[in-house]
């Protein structure tokens, strides 16, 4: 099992910025892939970013250039900096975790991110 702790959100005004991180614990040793999902209301969950283990990463193009995930695999934490953040940006924030080995992915609790126009 793995668990995620996600943290960071809040409220900012169109064009600011907000560091999301999470932090894994439990069976950390096997996480292949982590990333960022969101949710907005009446919307399906959508990637935002995702990065493996040796630092791959993918974006949805809507945030490429705005966005960085990072990932500290001694810590087992992984980061969003959001930077030009916009209306839409609005949603619920998931950290995500996978591991390939035993085909499970793991889900934080999600952390609300919300932008003002």
């Known amino acids: 099992q793995v668990q995620l702790v996600e943290s960071g959100g809040g409220l900012v005004q169109a064009g600011g910025s907000l560091i999301l991180s999470c932090a894994a614990s439990?069976?950390?040793?096997?996480?292949?892939?982590m990333g960022w999902y969101r949710q907005a209301p009446g919307k399906q969950r959508e990637l935002v970013a995702v990065i493996s283990s040796v630092g791959s990463t993918n974006y949805r193009d809507s945030v490429k250039g705005r966005f960085t995930i990072s990932r500290d695999n001694a810590k087992n934490t992984v980061s969003l900096q959001m930077n030009s953040l916009k209306p839409e940006d609005t949603a619920v924030y998931y950290c995500?975790?996978?591991?390939?080995?035993?085909?499970?992915?793991?889900w934080g609790q999600g952390t609300q991110v919300t932008v003002s126009s």
């Open positions: 995500n975790a996978a591991v390939l080995r035993i085909g499970r992915t793991y």
């Open positions: 439990g069976s950390t040793s096997g996480i292949n892939v």
